[in-house]
Nanobody
Framework: QVQLVESGGGLVPAGGSLKLSCAASGSIFSINAMGWYRQAPGKLRESVASITSGGSTYYADSVKGRFTISRDNAKNTVYLQMISLKPEDTAIYYC?????????WGQGTQVTVSS
């Protein structure tokens, strides 16, 4: 099992910035994909960004140009730098590692953007 711990969430005014971190530990055996989902009240969990060990990235259209995902493979840590935050970015953000049945999830960190 891989354990994931997120940090960096909080309350920020619209237009502000936050940087989320997610550190993986446990039975790590070559993690390729890492990334972030978010879930707002009353909505389904949606993919926000992902990154492979080789550095290939994916971003949801709603966050392109504002969010940047990165990772430190040596530390098994993935980051999400968020700028120009909007109230619609308010959600619980969950990091993940791995794919399919082997995917592990963090406990989530709350991001609240006030208007």
């Amino acid at each position: 099992q891989v354990q994931l711990v997120e940090s960096g969430g909080g309350l920020v005014p619209a237009g502000g910035s936050l940087k989320l971190s997610c550190a993986a530990s446990g039975s790590i055996f070559s993690i390729n994909a890492m990334g972030w989902y978010r879930q707002a009240p009353g909505k389904l969990r949606e993919s926000v960004a992902s990154i492979t060990s080789g550095g290939s990235t994916y971003y949801a259209d709603s966050v392109k140009g504002r969010f940047t995902i990165s990772r430190d493979n040596a530390k098994n840590t993935v980051y999400l730098q968020m700028i120009s935050l909007k109230p619609e970015d308010t959600a619980i953000y969950y990091c993940y590692a791995g794919r399919g049945p082997s995917r592990s999830w963090g406990q989530g960190t709350q991001v609240t953007v006030s208007s």
